[in-house]
């Protein structure tokens, strides 16, 4: 993954309200009413996104300012780096959902979300 050009900072487990996770190509998340997106929320510089969000294949992702909700915590403003086109929903992965999965259930999210993933 990129972060190791990054150096990340105070990793929490957090989720935003009213996004779900869409995978095809690329993952994102989009609006979505009554869904909840989980993922880690990371402390880096503005320098750090900007040399992160160049890299090869991450050129089309953009930042939008969501409200991060960490598990153990108060709701925060938070960048989080979304596709301008969305996958169609008829777009699949496998193998990144997989992947996503491993890494979801490593790191402790809620059983019922890591299913949820395709």
């Known amino acids: 993954m990129c972060f190791a050009r990054a150096k990340p900072a105070n990793p ?31 402390e880096l510089t503005h320098a750090e996104l900007e040399r992160l969000y160049n890299a090869p294949g991450l050129e089309h992702y953009r930042p939008e300012v969501v409200l991060a909700q960490p598990l153990e915590g108060i709701a925060i403003p938070a960048l989080c780096y979304n596709l301008l086109q969305a996958p169609e929903s ?6 990144y959902a997989l992947r996503l999965k491993s890494v979801l259930t490593k790191l402790g999210f809620p059983e019922d979300y890591v299913a949820s993933v395709a």
């Open 12 to 42: 929490r487990r957090a989720y935003v309200e009213e996004f779900a996770l869409r995978i095809g190509q690329r993952a994102t998340l989009v609006p979505s009413p009554g869904a909840r997106a989980y993922g880690m929320l990371i």
């Open 90 to 95: 008829h777009e699949r992965n496998p193998d």
